[in-house]
């Protein structure tokens, strides 16, 4: 894989694991379903904690999976008395094969409303720990997460230790909860997009930066003996970064660009969009470089998109 060619895992602290992205999400992409991952670490039970949150989206569903690093089985389903829950109804418990995480699931179709808004909750390390939501009146454009007028939180030790979305009254207000002292981190980011030529996402690439809008493009002409030559452009912000000719001869390299004079290592890995077959993918990083004056205002973020190549 191009993490492992390129070390970029070590953007994580020493002996710490990135999570894999849930079933749910790897599912979405075998069926050409947009999904997006976020790694987040957050002070939980005591301990900084991997919180894993994916969205995915299709024709129809919206779906959210929330699952906590270290967390037990045996969630229970706080807006409905109580119970267990399971995959039948649209939230579910699964713990891992060595049952250090737990994962909460939502399924929001047209036509269950309420479950846009709920509650779960895990336990770790012997104490509760509540997720609770509310996407009723979600916004979305284009990719699997929402864009506006949501809250997801992360509830520990009477604490909101993670909170996604713009409607943050709201949240404490639900939870009955004080905001954590310290923000929690997003540590990483896997996208998977689907186009023909053109491949879009957004993102942050430090703490309190602005949110990036990243391009990928291609683009193909015929040359003679019927081979055909690609280019590769790269776009931040409609600026071009990255320009890659002749991307059959090029698909694997990496360049460093400057961003508001933040430098972004990019890397990229093409070879199956010029030599697959079918629905292919190409696996782009894009890993920021924390300024010598400034790097307590840098997260240790690294964005992997893979963008899937119809036909």
């Known amino acids: ?36 991952t976020l790694v987040y ?3 939980i039970a005591g301990h900084d904690r991997l919180v894993t949150v994916t969205w995915c989206r299709n024709l129809l569903t919206h779906g959210l999976t929330v699952s906590i690093e270290g967390s037990a089985g045996g969630g229970k389903d706080k807006s409905g008395g109580g119970r267990e829950w399971g995959d039948a109804d649209g939230g ?31 336990h770790v390390d012997g104490r509760a720990v509540d997720v609770v939501w509310d996407l009723r009146s979600a916004r979305y454009s284009d990719e699997p997460e929402p864009l506006s007028d949501y809250y997801v939180a992360v ?50 690439f430090h703490d309190r930066g602005k949110l990036h809008d990243i391009s990928i493009e291609c683009s193909s002409s015929n040359l003679g003996g019927g081979g055909v030559d690609v280019d590769m452009v790269i776009k931040i912000d409609g600026y071009v970064n990255v320009l890659v000719r002749h991307l059959q001869w090029k698909f694997r390299g990496n360049e460093c660009i ?49 963008a899937w190549k119809l036909e």
């Open 258 to 306: 400057s961003i508001n004079q933040l430098k972004v290592q990019v890397y990229w890995d093409a070879h199956d969009w010029i030599f697959g077959t079918g629905v292919r993918n190409a696996l782009f990083i894009f890993k920021p470089e924390p300024l010598p004056s400034a790097t307590n205002e840098y997260s240790d973020f690294c964005l992997f998109l893979y």
């Open 41 to 43: 670490r957050a002070g």
């Open 1 to 36: 894989m191009m993490q492992d060619l390129f070390s970029v895992p070590s953007c994580f602290s020493a002996g710490e694991k990135l999570p894999d992205v849930p079933a749910s999400a790897a599912a979405t992409t075998r069926s050409g379903q947009s999904a997006a």
């Open 92 to 122: 579910a418990a699964s713990s891992s094969n060595k049952g250090c995480s737990t994962a909460c699931k939502v399924e929001m179709q047209p036509w269950h409303f309420w479950r846009k808004y709920g509650a779960k909750q895990f």
């Open 155 to 204: 509830v520990s030790d009477e604490e909101v230790v993670l909170l996604l979305g713009n409607l943050k009254k709201e949240a404490f207000r639900r939870t009955g909860s004080r905001p954590s002292l310290r923000d929690a981190a997003l540590v990483c980011k896997k996208e998977h997009v689907f186009s023909k030529k053109r491949f879009l996402t957004k993102a942050r």
